[in-house]
Nanobody, 127 residues
Framework: QVQLVESGGGLVQPGGSLRLSCATS????????IGWFRQAPGKEREGVSC????????YYSESVKGRYTISIDYAKNTVYLQMNSLKPEDTAVYYC????????????????????YGKGTLVTVSS
């Protein structure tokens, strides 16, 4: 059974940093795409960053490129999202998500959505 548990959200001032963690279980990361999606109140869900467990290729949306970094610790079965230079518009519930790698690029999965989602962690950027 696929399980994804996010942690690390909270309140941070503009310009600050946070690191989100996603503890995974029930599947082998090497054969899956995994990524981070976010949804702000009144807005559609957005795939902000995804990574292939097969070859570690990555995708970042234009809104976070250069500020966010996604990574996998295979020994801990944990996926991280390092978020720097945070802006008020980054405020959202962030969800970890995954889907089997059937040959698509991580960008495609980030744009179309994944098969499994965690419950999310709230990130609030405010002074």
């Amino acid at each position: 059974q696929v399980q994804l548990v996010e942690s690390g959200g909270g309140l941070v001032q503009p310009g600050g940093s946070l690191r989100l963690s996603c503890a995974t279980s029930g599947f082998i990361l090497d054969y899956y795409h995994i990524g981070w999606f976010r949804q702000a109140p009144g807005k559609e869900r957005e795939g902000v960053s995804c990574i292939s467990g097969t070859d570690d290729s990555t995708y970042y949306s234009e809104s976070v490129k250069g500020r966010y970094t996604i990574s996998i610790d295979y020994a801990k079965n944990t996926v991280y999202l390092q978020m720097n230079s945070l802006k008020p518009e980054d405020t959202a519930v962030y969800y970890c998500a995954t889907a089997p790698d059937v040959g698509h690029l991580p960008e495609a999965k980030c744009r179309r959505g994944m098969d499994y989602y965690g419950k999310g962690t709230l990130v609030t950027v405010s002074s």
